[in-house]
C-alpha cells in the first residue's frame, strides 16, 4: 500500500483534536482506540484529581499497556503449552 492510499481521520483526545493519516482498513481500530482512551480518562477524572489531562494520559497509558503485556506474556504461554502438546502428539505418532 502506497503512501497515497492513506486517508485523513480527525480524533479527539483530551479535548485536543488530533488529524492522522492512516491506511483505510486501520480507521474503525483507530477511532476505537481513541474511543477508549477518552473513555479511560473520563473514567479516571471522575476517581482522581490530577493538575491536568496529561497525568490522566499518562494512567491510561500505562493502564492499557500493562494490559497488553499481561496479554501477551499470556498467549505466550499458552504457544508454549501448545508446542509441548504437539511435540508430544508427534512423538506418539512416531512410535506407533
Known sequence: MSIDDHIFINVEIAERPYRLKIRP???KY???AAHFVQ???SKLKKQYSFRDDQD???YVT???TTDMARYTARKESENESL???VSKMEAL???A
Open 25 to 27: 482498513d486501520e480507521e
Open 30 to 32: 483507530v477511532r476505537a
Open 39 to 41: 473513555r479511560e480518562l
Open 56 to 58: 490522566g494520559l499518562a
Open 62 to 64: 500505562l493502564d492499557a
Open 83 to 85: 508446542e509441548q502438546v
Open 93 to 95: 505418532l512416531n512410535i
